[in-house]
């Protein structure tokens, strides 16, 4: 698992943490691209309850929640 799969994880770690509180949506999506592996996602969340980025955390778990029911 190194190569470009791995990018787009921090990438969307990195988007959901930076933007956790200013921009909900773009924290969402963030987390959408972190859940391609537990071990990125799950941490994530622990993190951003945490933070108390509820918004965030709410709109990233929808969006995860429709992208895998739809698969």
């Known amino acids: 698992f190194t190569g470009y799969f791995n990018v787009l994880l921090v990438i969307g770690t990195l988007l959901a943490l930076h933007f956790g ?3 909900p949506w ?3 999506v963030g987390m ?3 859940s391609g592996k537990p071990t ?3 941490p ?3 993190l951003m309850f945490a933070r108390r980025n509820f918004k965030s ?3 990233g778990l929808a969006l995860c929640a429709v992208v ?3 698969g």
Request: proline residues 0%.
């Open 26 to 28: 773009l924290a969402g």
């Open 44 to 46: 994530l969340i622990a």
């Open 68 to 70: 895998a029911g739809g």
């Open 57 to 59: 955390l709410t709109i």
């Open 40 to 42: 990125y996602i799950l």
């Open 21 to 23: 509180k200013s921009k």
């Open 32 to 34: 959408l691209l972190a």
